[in-house]
């Protein structure tokens, strides 16, 4: 008959991955026949099975969960890709896709595109079973979102997702629980667990494009806030009789440092044909981000280092705050080889205290520019919440 110690048994395995009988004994603390007994059950049910691997006898195969035990998802929108992966529980069998999206899209659009990539990757992994049942999704967009309800608050800075409720829209297409969060903080938690083998490492993350945002990571886990809102760096003001924000806010640091902002100064500075100034278009701030020439104009090295130096100011705050082992920064701005890096820093190496600047690394993003990367890492995300995934294993046991 069933015993209590099922949930626990599988819910060890889907938390630390496939693993030998033995090692699950020890996790749940029973000896290694009432694993074996544990495992000779739950394989009746179909809920886990053996994993062979090349050179292994089949006695010391380890134990993964099956197809039959259900699936993980991740969703990753951005307003110029989607990324998406799935998994058994225990984070095996794994499968990723990205796809391009039209930025003059619906962000409904985004989703629905998600939603169809995660389709087709269960589809073509499982042909000829029955379909696996997805027990939770992550989805993340690039907007604030009600961590609990998946709303999206009306707001200038929000508008284009004004009305669009991702959560209630997957949930519904995959009928399946979900959970929400915002684009950048995976693409933190991405890096984090690309650099970070300590638990007890804290990451910061910020992200310089056409917003600017914020990640922060704690011991292996994303701090949203209070409900999902945390990370908004792009809104922090940093001159209150600057620029008016899209926010409604005047002097918001995305005013100083993201992509609209700086292609705007640099177009009103480079006059273009059509006012019978210089004759020279304005450049294209994106392509020479993506080219990163070896010498920039000095009107845009200018303007890239003053950026940087203000962005450096707004970190080296957060450093402060914040005490990070790892600072990362990603976006286009974050990632070129430019002025805008380089200023940015040298400045919070200037404008942290000794015992931050010391030992802060400062690095530029990498595993994060492929949002599949970053849908695994969501996917980690739920294998690394022990009540989450407890109550997964707890509901499949039926007890």
Same mark, same amino acid.
């Given at each position: ?27 749940? &603390? ?60 225990? &984070?095996?069998?794994? %499968? ?10 619906? /962000? ?12 087709? *990757? ?19 967009? /690039? ?7 998946? !709303?999206?608050?009306?707001? /200038? ?26 684009? %950048? ?28 945002? *914020? ?8 701090? %949203? ?17 600057? /620029? ?54 000095? !009107? ?33 701005? &974050? ?46 995300? *739920? ?17």
């Amino acid at each position: 008959m069933p015993t209590s110690h099922e949930p626990l048994f599988l819910s060890a395995l889907a938390i630390n991955g496939p693993a030998q009988r033995a090692d699950l004994a020890r996790h749940i &603390g029973v000896s290694r026949t009432s694993a074996s007994n544990l495992a000779r059950t739950l394989k009746d049910t179909g809920l886990i099975e053996d994993l062979p691997k090349p050179g292994v006898s089949a006695s010391r195969y380890p134990l993964t969960t099956s197809a039959t035990a259900g699936l993980l998802a991740a969703i990753i929108v951005s307003d110029e890709e989607v990324g998406v992966a799935i998994s058994h529980l225990d &984070g095996s069998r794994q %499968a990723s896709a990205a796809a391009t999206v039209d930025p003059t899209d619906s /962000p409904r659009v985004w989703v629905r595109t998600g939603i169809q990539q995660v389709k087709d *990757l269960v589809a073509d992994r499982y042909p000829s079973e029955p379909t696996p049942s997805i027990r939770q999704c992550v989805v993340a967009v /690039p907007t604030q979102a009600d961590a609990v309800t998946g !709303e999206v608050y009306p707001s /200038p800075a929000s508008r284009r997702w004004i009305g669009i409720n991702a959560r209630e829209t997957v949930s519904t297409a995959l009928q399946c629980p979900i959970r929400i969060n915002n684009t %950048a903080r995976m693409e933190g938690l991405c890096e984090h667990n690309a650099v970070n083998t300590a638990s007890s490492s804290v990451t910061c993350y910020a992200r310089f494009s056409r917003g600017v945002t *914020l990640s922060h990571v704690v011991h292996g886990k994303i701090a %949203a806030g209070a409900h999902g809102g945390s990370g908004e760096l792009g809104h922090t003001v940093v001159d209150a009789s600057g /620029p008016q924000c899209s926010c409604g806010n005047q002097g918001c640091l995305m005013q100083y440092t993201s992509i609209p902002a700086l292609q705007d100064r640099i177009r009103r500075m480079w006059p273009d044909t059509e006012h019978g100034q210089s004759g020279r278009p304005a450049p294209d701030l994106p392509k020479l981000l993506a080219t990163a020439p070896p010498t920039w104009p000095h !009107e845009i090295s200018d303007v890239l280092r003053e950026a940087g130096m203000i962005a450096g100011r707004a970190l080296a705050n957060v450093a402060n705050l914040l005490d990070p082992d790892l600072l990362v920064i990603g976006g286009e701005l &974050g990632v070129a080889d430019s002025p805008f890096f380089d200023e940015l820093v040298l400045t919070i190496r200037q404008r942290t205290l000794p015992l931050i600047s010391t030992h802060v690394t400062i690095t530029r993003a990498d595993s994060s520019r492929d949002l599949r990367r970053v849908a695994l890492a969501a996917i980690e995300s *739920l294998r690394g919440d022990s009540d989450l995934m407890t109550t997964i294993c707890t509901n499949l046991t039926g007890r």
